[in-house]
């Protein structure tokens, strides 16, 4: 096996556990997670804090999620094809915000991921998952652009807001569910009753 493989191995047994136990997980229940010996995890990573950044680099990677909404059928309705898009995305804020809240909890130093993301914001760019996730939503959108008043890709970012919004705006995640598809109607079919 490479050592890329073996990285990724790492890597991938390494989220759960700091999704359950923040940055206090010992490298010898690492170890353990991946089927390795402890010093093989000092073979591939100089230290645990260059582990826990690969960590947080894999959990911010959105290629996964993309693909799955990717692979929604576009034979269901736009409706039903947002939703369940929808319901994609919220669930991979709901692993992230625990993850962070673990690792924030065990006072891991959050402030790399945020400082990245800052350079981004500061070029008045987006951050890459925005990007990656509307370019997802418009492949699920263009079937009916026909119908659409506005450019798919408008569609496409208003969604991401909205659910940014169901995310982070206090709500449980059973009642951020409970307001997508309301949400969704109002976004296709406008906030004014007929």
Known sequence: MSSEQRRTEIVRATLPLLAEQGANV???AIAQAADVAEGTVFRVFTDKGELLRACLAEAFRTDEVCARIREIS????????????????????????????NLAASDYDLHQR???????????????????????FVELIVPDEQRLRVPVEDVAAMLLGLLLSARFDGNSDEEARAKLAPRIDVLLHGALAA
């Not at 576009?74 to 915000?97: M, P």
């Not at 945020?114 to 997802?136: G, I, M, N, Q, S």
């Open 26 to 28: 010992t490298t010898r």
């Open 74 to 101: 576009t034979t269901q309705s736009l409706e039903a094809r947002l939703t369940e898009g929808a319901a994609l995305v919220l669930d991979h804020f709901d692993r992230l915000g625990e993850l962070k809240r």
């Open 114 to 136: 945020e400082t990245h993301d800052a350079k981004r914001a500061a070029r008045h760019e987006p951050p890459r998952f925005v990007l990656e996730l509307t370019d997802a």
